[in-house]
């Protein structure tokens, strides 16, 4: 595994009365994590573009965002549009051709590119896509709500992504999101993730530097 370790707090467990007072608190970490969910692809609601637009005037950090919404390829523009670096969309969430699509509108707007897959999703379903990836995301919990707890099972596909990528892409990175903790993050790292999302584990901590810090020590077992 070439790449270095990123971690990416979650701004769904900020509190966003003051989320840009919290933003700031992890500007240790590489990448910024933005769930959007549209309460139908997954069943919660949270943010949209606006909010997208005022966290990039907040900050430099590398923001991640992950769109958990049906046919992303309507709303891949304006999320790149509002200074996303990265967007990331479920292969659940549409035909292959509106995937490939969303794909397509990311590449014109100059935005890295990344495919996620809920747990019910083989590792095989990357394959199509994968040469292009700059991350995959392997959920390790259902999607749409936070502080669900880690799917150990979910490790056999982290795994087997691992292999695709150091075979076909190894630039790509790969990605876990879903119940991240000093507990949980050790086997993931071990069955070959570099990036790491964490909300709770980082915004449910009073010193979120020091939960970043125990995050990274976690991974080679400190």
């Not at 695709?164 to 876990?176: F, G, K, M, S, T």
């Amino acid at each position: 595994m070439s790449q270095p370790i990123a971690l990416a707090p979650s701004i769904l467990s900020a509190d966003f009365c003051r989320l840009g007072e919290d933003i700031a608190a992890v500007k240790d970490a590489e990448w910024l994590h933005v769930d959007v969910m549209d309460g139908r692809f997954v069943p919660n609601l949270t943010i949209g573009v606006p909010v997208v637009q005022s966290i990039r005037k907040h900050t430099e950090m590398f923001l991640d965002v992950h769109l958990m919404i049906e046919k992303p390829v309507d709303m891949a523009a304006a999320f790149a549009k509002a200074g996303a670096d990265q967007l990331t969309v479920h292969l659940e969430s549409d035909m292959p051709h509106g995937i490939r699509a969303a794909l397509d509108v990311m590449t014109a707007h100059g935005v890295k590119k990344g495919v996620a897959l809920r747990p019910i999703t083989k590792a095989e379903a990357i394959l199509p896509y994968l040469p292009e990836l700059d991350v995959v995301v392997v959920m390790t919990v259902e999607p749409g709500f936070g502080g669900q707890k880690f799917m150990e099972d979910q490790l056999d596909t982290i795994r087997t992504v691992r292999k695709y990528i150091d075979q076909i892409n190894p630039a790509c990175r790969l990605e876990v999101d879903g119940g991240i903790a000093t507990d949980t993050i050790a086997a993931a790292y071990q069955a070959g993730a570099d990036t790491f999302v964490a909300g709770s584990a980082v915004f449910g901590k009073p010193d979120r530097a020091a939960a970043i810090a125990a995050l990274r020590g976690a991974c080679h077992g400190k």
